[in-house]
């Protein structure tokens, strides 16, 4: 039974040495204090309960609420208000009972499964109980998806804006979104009910966007939705990955689980569940606990502790708008959010289970500690601090908090751009000690100004993380740290990166993004990144020091922007790897200095340093003091950076750190729990499909991967509406005149890609009096070599200088191409179809060089020099 311990009577008073450990600005108090016991079988049934009790009572000692052992259902979040804070002198402890660990959860435990003969188990839920999270016996279920292992690939995307229906119309976007039919097959047959439920997730670079489908067209590859314009720096485009979600036909796996809109929760088990001891849990609250203060009037939610607490289980909704993409899921909230707090801290707790970031110390928040938790199984990341802006009034600034020795790990499971650590708008913060694993995205970002105005985000400490498992193929631009911004006194050290594994370019280990300045990063260990150990894209004074970069895939070091400033000093590092370059981008101007560094490459070829040998790099100024040298590390291909006794380190004054205290810290069953976390091997995502096209040009824009080369006042290439369109009501019009500035113009230009296999390009086109054409097949060398090539002039088709067949002016004739790549190459075949007529086919025909083996290039040129018209329909370009 539950005792209020706080009348004379009942009371029993603990007198003595109380030691309460609290974040900056706490005090020891030897006092007497008041406990309140919290259990679910009552008389206090919850933390709610126990905030009323004190709010009653209004103590004047501190207080100690013991939460018993047992689940604490919710279904809001628990508030706290200023009129529930401590004092210096009585602070207020929420903590677990000894030896327990109590759940406060936002779920709902579902109606038992039933097994089917289908294989799949089902229960029933109210129809109004829509949700989008599902735990399953402790683990996250995945909702129904295709494909199940990684994603697919648009072909292209294009856009519209119009306005909404109805009384008061606004703006909106609506994209035309064309995939690859056959990865449609899935939504064959959906129901219009189905349909509005089911969602796609789109991977764009560091950004994410998910929507529901607005309509599918399955025999077309077309998926249709709508929302905000797209970034015109990071639009839906050719090659932008997607998955499907949340429709009946994609729950095929074992784990996955689909709700349809009468309430059937439909489940597939994973290996070794059995019915009877299965349970679901699903999410009815979306925030387990807010501290709201309000900093603006300098009234704050003070001297609080949670201790030893679980908070579990919340929920996220996809609006009818969708999610539109935000760096980092900035706009995303948390699980715990705290506003105009101060002396707040989370001490051995565990947040996991939840739709959205765990914690989130947002506005006007000051000296508040989270140690010793364990902060997992994210929807979103893990940690935030301050806010995206700049508040005008102080007081609603965040600033001097710390986030030590935590897990912080398995995120991003609904928006994978999160973040686990995010600092913005925010100073004088400490992150230290914590093992960050398994995100898509970065582990620490820092800072929110892109250039160089006024930023908060200075004097923060990034020391001491083990951060590792990132990327795993789905996203690009990311770093294991990741800066934004000017960051005076900020400092990167002593931070151990590794498996940064990006879908394209940017998997970096430490990442100077857009105006990073003045920050130091040493004393770091940065291993077995796809991009590179260290990037800079553009910043100033930055300092890069002591640090060990090793086995980066692709190259070890880059640099992006070159400004009249300098970029930062690359200085005492060791830099040691097997393949690719050592540097990328630009590093032979003034504004980068680099000196007294090794340089060591394991497979003994030559390094290229910028075009030249090391004693020319040096001979022009660069890497003074700098060698070329085997760092003789103990077994740096077995993950052992020490150095052996007679390594060169000295003759360039590197200093030896001890890496192996990255990570967490503590008690022995801690430190183990890092040891124990076992991730799969990462794996490299699938390769991007080779182009194709099937280009009726109604949508009235260009073909994806297309380059026009044009005087636009003198003619040009548009698509325009004409009733004499092949097919439809639009096609793409050459317009020639003796002005265009060159012979070649106007061209378009279609970069295929394609090294092996057979190509086939096939393509309507109407001559215009005097027209001279040229399609034209070539590769990437310099100079280009020509595969298959006709000519067009005076009503004569011409191939390999032979004259083939006379062709009309002002009517339509097909034309079709197709040609063996690779070591096949050599010959190609020509049909052409006349109005009324059959097929001509011409074979072995014979490619311009006899080298030409791929197509990089493909070329519709208007030759003219007369004022004349091309035009062309229904092109295709496919692969047999």
């Known amino acids: 039974m539950i005792r209020l311990r706080s009348s004379a009577k009942d009371r029993r008073v603990r007198e003595g040495l109380a030691f309460l450990l609290g974040a900056a600005g706490f005090v020891n108090v030897a006092t007497a204090e008041i406990v309140l016991e919290v259990s679910p079988a009552g008389p206090i049934h919850s933390i709610t309960e126990a905030r009323d009790e004190i709010r009653k009572r209004d103590p004047k000692e501190p207080v100690r609420v013991v939460i018993a052992d047992g689940v604490y259902p919710i279904s809001e979040a628990i508030a706290f208000a200023p009129e529930d804070s401590g004092t210096v002198d009585r602070p207020i402890v929420y903590e677990a009972a000894k030896g327990a660990q109590p759940v406060v959860s936002g779920g709902r435990s579902l109606p038992k499964f039933k097994a089917g003969t289908d294989g799949f188990w089902t ?52 994209q035309t979104l064309y995939a690859d039919p056959a990865d449609l097959s899935s939504l064959a047959g959906i129901s219009d009910a189905e349909r509005s439920q089911a969602q796609a997730l789109f991977f764009h670079k560091w950004d994410n966007t998910r929507k529901f489908l607005d309509g599918v067209e399955v025999k077309t590859g077309k998926l249709l939705t709508s929302g905000r314009d797209m970034k015109k720096w990071n639009p839906l485009t050719r090659n932008t990955a997607y998955v499907l979600e949340n429709y009946r036909a994609a729950l095929d796996q074992p784990g996955e689980w689909f709700l349809d809109d009468k309430g059937t929760v439909f489940y597939r088990p994973r290996p070794g569940e059995t019915v009877e001891k299965t349970e679901a849990i699903a999410p009815v609250a979306e925030k387990l606990l807010v501290l709201a203060g309000d900093p603006g009037a300098g009234k704050f939610v003070e001297h609080l502790t949670f201790r030893g607490l679980a908070f579990r289980h919340t929920g996220w909704r996809t609006p009818p708008s969708g999610f539109e993409p935000m760096q980092a899921a900035a706009s995303i909230e948390a699980a715990i959010q705290v506003d105009g707090a101060r002396q707040i801290v989370f001490e051995n707790c565990e947040i996991g289970h939840v739709g959205t970031y765990g914690l989130w110390f947002r506005k006007g928040c000051r ?142 280990g430490l990442y100077n993004d857009e105006g990073s300045s003045d920050i130091v990063m040493e004393n770091n260990l940065v291993h077995h990144t796809k991009s590179g150990g260290y990037h800079q894209h553009y910043g100033k004074e930055n300092v890069i020091r002591n640090n060990l970069f090793a086995f980066s895939r692709e190259y070890q070091l880059k640099r992006s922007r070159v400004e009249d400033h300098l970029s930062f ?56 003091g700098s060698i070329v040298a085997d760092p003789l590390f103990v077994d740096a291909g077995s993950g052992d950076f020490h150095f052996r006794e007679n390594s060169p380190i000295g003759k360039t004054g590197f200093k030896v750190f001890d890496y192996g205290k990255a990570g967490v810290y503590g008690d022995p069953t801690w430190v183990s729990k890092a040891k124990a976390m076992k991730l799969p091997a990462m794996k490299d995502p699938p390769a991007t499909p080779l182009l194709t096209l099937f280009e009726d040009f109604e949508a009235g824009e260009l073909p994806v991967a297309t380059s026009i080369s044009q005087d636009p006042e003198s003619g040009g290439i548009q698509v325009v509406e004409t009733p004499s369109a092949k097919s439809g009501s639009r096609a793409l019009r050459f317009t020639d005149s003796p002005k265009q500035t060159k012979r070649y113009f106007p061209m378009l230009v279609i970069s295929p890609e394609h090294p092996d296999g057979v190509t086939r390009c096939a393509f ?117």
């Open 123 to 174: 229960t029933q839920v109210d129809a109004e109980w829509k949700f989008e999270q599902l735990w399953v016996n402790g683990e996250r279920a995945i909702r129904a998806r295709e494909p199940d292992e990684f994603f697919f690939y648009l072909r292209n995307g294009r856009e519209t804006i119009g306005r909404t229906e109805g009384p008061n119309p606004k703006r909106i976007a609506r």
């Open 367 to 508: 000296d508040c500690r989270v140690s010793h938790c364990d902060i997992h199984d994210l929807g979103a990341g893990g940690v935030r601090i301050g806010e995206t802006g700049i508040a005008s009034n102080e007081l609603e600034r965040t600033s001097h908090l710390i986030v030590d020795n935590n897990f912080i790990r398995h995120g991003g499971r609904t928006f994978p751009c999160a973040v686990g650590v995010w600092i913005g708008q925010a100073g004088d913060n400490q992150v230290t000690h914590n093992e960050i694993a398994d995100l898509y995205y970065s582990g620490i970002s820092v800072g929110w100004r892109w250039g160089y105005s006024d930023s908060l985000a200075a004097r923060n400490r990034i020391e001491y993380n083990h951060i590792h498992h990132l990327g795993w193929g789905w996203l690009s631009d990311m770093g294991g740290v990741y800066t934004l911004g000017p960051s005076p006194g900020t400092t990167v050290s002593h931070n151990v990166i590794h498996d940064v594994l990006s879908w394209s370019y940017g998997g970096w």
């Open 569 to 624: 000093t690359f200085s005492r590092n060791v830099v040691i790897w097997e393949t690719g370059e050592l540097f990328h981008g630009h590093w032979d101007d003034d504004q980068v200095k680099l000196d007294h560094n090794i340089y060591w490459r394991t497979d003994g070829e030559p390094i290229d340093f910028g075009g030249k040998t090391f004693e020319q790099w040096q001979a022009d100024g660069k890497d003074g």
């Open 764 to 880: 309507s086109i109407k001559l215009g009096p005097g027209a001279i054409f040229q399609h034209e097949w070539r590769d990437d060398s310099n100079p280009y070599r020509v595969g298959p090539t006709i000519w067009i002039e005076k009503g004569k088709l011409k191939a390999n200088g032979k004259e083939l067949l006379a062709l009309p002016e002002n009517e339509w004739i097909d034309l079709e191409i197709a040609a063996p790549l690779g070591e096949a190459a050599g010959a190609w075949t020509l049909s052409v179809t006349l109005p009324g007529s059959e097929p001509k086919r011409f074979e072995n025909l014979k490619c311009a060089h006899d080298d030409w083996h791929k197509l990089d290039w493909l070329g519709f040129i208007s030759q003219a020099e007369t004022e004349t018209e091309v035009w062309i329909d229904d092109l295709e370009l496919t692969r047999q």
